[in-house]
């Protein structure tokens, strides 16, 4: 079906769900390097294979357990999911727990974004070990600042408009959930929403995407422009007593 034949017809998506994955062995990590000030993160396996921690399993169930209770006619028709192993877990527990029969698509272009030579440095490694980059990222910015070996926000914009592209082809799934990272959602937010990059690093700057937490946006007649209908939300999280966590990234992310 042609796109023209799509919108005339009004067939297309009409809610888009986005998830952060839950807490994960390198979220704990990176927060015990942090108040240590150590200059090296101890991760337990490359980035890829980090999976979540017993934390990050229970918040998982728990957005389970909350999806559940959407009406038939509200669940999602497919579950996409970054490759990486602890956003992969919370898709899979996400509807076991819900009891859904749902397929589950993994898309490399959902993957988190890739750092480089900086993975595994905290920030105040990057400034001890490497410096130079240090200043090139403070110059540059969060948005377009790309390390040796990486991917720079602009990067990750890049891959997110194919796959949003490729989830027009489906006229036939009208609900969607996607399982990915906290700057996959935000740069979600900066393509749906047709952001400048002041307006996404300020929202980076202030706001860190909880481990769990919903996203969703809406659009009634299945094509055109999307409407956020709710961000950054864990009260899913909270009303069964489960522990909120905040692992966010470095909040200087304004050039200067």
């Known amino acids: 079906m042609s796109e023209r034949m799509k919108a ?11 998830v952060r994955h ?8 990176a927060s015990r390097a942090g108040l240590s000030g150590a200059e090296v993160i101890d ?16 918040q998982a169930a728990a957005l389970g357990r ?16 970054s490759p990486y192993a602890r956003a992969r877990r919370t898709a ?10 749902v397929p589950l698509l993994v898309d490399e272009r ?46 990750v914009a890049l891959r997110l408009r194919t796959f949003l592209a490729d989830l027009e082809q489906f006229s036939d799934r009208e609900r969607l959930l996607v399982v990915g990272h906290d700057a996959i959602i935000l740069l979600f937010r900066y393509l749906l929403e047709g952001m400048s990059e002041q307006e996404i690093l300020d929202i980076a700057m202030t706001t860190t995407i909880l481990n769990a937490s ?15 209908e709710s961000f950054n939300m864990a009260d899913h999280l909270e009303e069964q007593g489960v522990t909120l966590t905040e692992h966010g990234s470095d909040a200087d992310v304004h050039p200067r």
């Open 92 to 101: 899979e527990l996400i509807i076991g727990t819900a009891g859904w029969e």
């Open 8 to 18: 005339a017809s009004g067939h297309g998506a009409v809610e888009l769900m986005l």
């Open 66 to 81: 909350s999806l559940s209770g959407l009406a038939p006619s509200r669940r999602p028709d497919v579950v996409w999911c």
């Open 214 to 228: 919903l996203t969703r946006y809406v659009r009634a007649k299945g094509h055109g422009p999307w409407t956020l």
């Open 110 to 155: 959902l993957r988190d974004r890739e750092l480089g030579v900086l993975d595994m440095l905290t920030a105040k490694g990057v400034e001890l070990r490497l410096p130079d980059e240090a200043r090139r990222r403070r110059w540059l910015g969060k948005f377009y600042y790309r390390p040796p070996g990486g991917e720079s926000w602009t990067d």
């Open 43 to 58: 991760v337990p396996a490359r980035d890829a294979d980090v999976d979540l921690s017993p934390l990050g399993l229970e």
């Open 22 to 29: 839950g807490e994960s062995l390198g979220n704990v990590a």
